[in-house]
């Protein structure tokens, strides 16, 4: 069967700000992101691609715009399924303050039992990423045969419940995965197992090297922190709900 690319949107204005965007309108990429999403035509320059579907949300298409314009042969779709988690609620709230909500003790050690107050559960979430997953293998497979490329361009959350279930992993385990922004997954599906090739690939390993220790006292020192990868050590082992900012 084909094998799928994922591509977690790059960095965003809610990712900067420490907000938790899920489906909130207007959340673009920020200039990082934007830098992120210049490069991933040159990324991929190598790698034929039989089509690129998207989340409907802004940052993923914005994410997109360069490595279409760069191939303007590419065929695009948009899929709702692949969209971000429904937070409900918890949309565009800052996750320093959703810490501290009972709920969140759920999502970290059993997301398969979490649902969010006014959106979806966690399971609901998997479930419909998976369902778009296996049926666009399907059709691609069928248009362009068993050994076509396609693309995803889709969310933290989104993607490590997909790589989750590559894995054969429970949902309550994804929170174990990190995708930082407009990183490559590549999985490659077969008649009896997916195989993962690829994850959270950024090509860059600034994000492994220790970081210099925050000011104690800063506001500004925090807002920074939520722009680069949160260590287990600084989030007392917790995974960032919605992927995190990641890497800066």
Not at 124 to 133: I, K, T
Not at 156 to 181: E, T, Y
Not at 195 to 218: K, M, Q
Request: aromatic share 4%; glycine share 8%.
């Amino acid at each position: 069967m084909a094998t799928l690319i994922l591509v977690r949107h790059g960095r965003s204005t809610a990712n900067t700000a420490g907000l938790l965007a899920g489906w909130t309108p207007g959340v673009a990429l920020d200039e990082r992101g934007a830098e992120q999403a210049a490069a991933l035509p040159g990324r991929l320059a190598a790698v034929p691609l039989a089509a690129a579907v998207s989340s409907p949300l802004q940052r993923c298409r914005e994410t997109l715009a360069p490595l279409l314009a760069a191939r303007p042969e590419l065929a695009l779709h948009t899929d709702d399924r692949i969209g971000e988690c429904h937070y409900g609620d918890w949309s565009n709230r800052k996750l320093s303050e959703l810490s501290d909500e009972p709920l969140m003790k759920i999502v970290q050690q059993h997301p398969s039992a979490a649902a969010f107050p006014g959106g979806e559960s966690m399971r609901a979430m998997q479930a419909r990423a998976v369902d778009a997953v296996r049926e666009w293998n399907a059709r691609i497979e069928e248009e362009h045969g068993s050994d076509a490329v396609f693309l995803m361009c889709s969310h933290g959350d989104i993607i490590k419940s997909l790589v989750a279930d590559a894995l054969g992993m429970h949902l309550d385990l994804f929170q174990r995965i990190h995708v930082d922004p407009c990183s490559v997954t590549a999985v490659r599906y077969t008649p009896t197992r997916p195989f993962l090739l690829r994850l959270g690939d950024t090509g860059d390993f600034g994000s492994l090297a220790p970081r210099p220790a925050r000011a104690a006292d800063s506001a500004d020192s925090a807002a920074a922190d939520t722009a680069t990868f949160e260590s287990a050590a600084e989030t007392g082992g917790n995974a960032v709900v919605g992927g995190g900012a990641g890497a800066a």
